[in-house]
């Protein structure tokens, strides 16, 4: 089975601070790919990263980084010197790989709020 | 540019009618998703088209539920005889390519609520 865990439920930072929010995974797929979404108040679901199991180097972009760890089966998100607009619900999602499938397992989302 | 609509954006039925949901997906994306959002939860996997063809269905679509995307280009979702527990956002997204080498775009949901 497959499950994504964000314990997180909600967070709530000052402007200027580094947060991070958690992710968790459960599979037993050997190749799966981890994504990042955020859902701002519009309700659209925004694509943020895409990691594949094989890759293990943490990836930065800008004030964002993803650090994935197969050992802890965690995949991390940080938002550098946060800022009001990162204020939305952010989601970490597995996509397992056996049969072809092309669904994606959603974890419930950590709400983050960044007050100026 | 126009991103993935769904319309309608809003409905409130009463339990026992049908409902149906309609998205339009960016233009010459092959690959068509439904979930289903209840409040504070993540976004649950119903069902998934390449073209025309239905590939995917979850568990969770249950008999009362079906989907279709006739000229794979649209898509509709219908609801029969709605339970309150069918109240919820339905997201649609679609994809030029393969979930693994491309990313999904979503629709801003239609949100039902049945009473």
């Known amino acids: 089975a497959q499950k994504v865990t964000q314990a997180q439920t909600e967070i709530s930072v000052v402007e200027k601070e580094d947060v991070t929010l958690d992710c968790v995974y459960e599979?037993?797929?050997?190749?799966?790919?981890l994504f990042w979404y955020k859902q701002p108040p519009s309700g659209e679901l925004v694509f943020l990263i895409r990691?594949?199991?094989?890759?293990?180097q943490n990836e930065i972009s800008g004030r964002y980084s993803w650090n994935f760890q197969k050992s802890t089966s965690s995949f991390n998100f940080t938002i550098t010197a946060s800022q009001v607009v990162d204020s939305a619900v952010y989601f970490c999602a597995l996509s397992p790989t056996q049969g072809g499938s092309e669904k994606l397992v959603f974890g419930k989302g950590t709400k983050l709020t960044v007050n100026p | 540019d126009t991103g993935v609509s769904q319309d309608p954006r809003h409905k409130i039925t009463k339990r026992g009618q049908n409902v149906t949901f309609r998205c339009d997906p960016i233009?010459?994306?092959?690959?068509l998703y439904w979930y289903r959002q209840t409040l504070g939860q993540g976004p649950e996997f119903l069902t998934y088209?390449?073209?025309?063809?239905?590939?995917?269905k979850s568990r969770l679509l249950s008999d009362r539920f079906s989907a279709e995307r006739p000229k794979g280009s649209f898509s509709t979702l219908e609801i029969q005889r709605t339970e309150q527990g069918d109240s919820a956002m339905y997201l649609c997204?679609?994809?030029?390519?393969?979930?693994?080498?491309?990313?999904?775009?979503f629709g801003e949901g239609s949100r039902l609520t049945v009473l």
């Open positions: 599979t037993r797929d050997t190749t799966y790919y």
């Open positions: 990691r594949n199991s094989f890759d293990e």
């Open positions: 088209f390449q073209n025309e063809a239905q590939l995917e």
């Open positions: 997204a679609s994809s030029p390519g393969q979930l693994h080498t491309g990313e999904l775009f």
């Open positions: 233009s010459e994306h092959n690959r």
